[in-house]
């Protein structure tokens, strides 16, 4: 069962900055297979994507409210997918999620629906 750990969430204020990882483990696990992707919720709103990165780190894909502020990024050496957020705003407040699919990558930029997903980390940004 593969396991994905997110981390680097917290509190920022507006204008601010946060880089969220999550980190990716299981028995004989290889990150290079695999689409990796943030999405993340709010509180009472649906689940929205927020970027993906394909298997080799080539192409990346982004939702247009976070296009020119955020840099999604991986090591595959670490199983690790990376989310660099700038310029943050308060809309961007959310439970943010990691996930991964080996399903390919035309599917996963048109899809939610991701085989592993990890436990989330908060990001809030005060005015």
């Known amino acids: 069962q593969v396991q994905l750990v997110e981390s680097g969430g917290g509190l920022v204020q507006a204008g601010g900055s946060l880089r969220l990882s999550c980190a990716a483990s299981?028995?004989?696990?290889?990150?290079?297979?695999?689409?990796m992707a943030w999405f993340r919720q709010a509180p009472g709103k649906e689940r929205d994507f927020v970027a993906a990165?394909?298997?080799?780190?080539?192409?990346?894909y982004y939702a247009n409210s976070v296009k020119g502020r955020f840099t999604i990024s991986r090591d595959n050496a670490k199983n690790t997918v990376y989310l660099q957020m700038n310029s943050l705003e308060p809309e961007d407040a959310a439970l943010y999620y990691c996930?991964?699919?080996?399903?390919?990558?035309?599917?996963?930029?048109?899809?939610?629906?991701?085989?592993?997903w990890g436990q989330g980390t908060q990001v809030s940004v005060s005015l």
């Open positions: 990165i394909s298997e080799s780190g080539d192409s990346t």
């Open positions: 996930a991964i699919d080996s399903r390919g990558w035309r599917r996963a930029i048109t899809t939610n629906n991701y085989m592993y």
């Open positions: 299981a028995s004989g696990f290889t990150a290079r297979v695999y689409v």
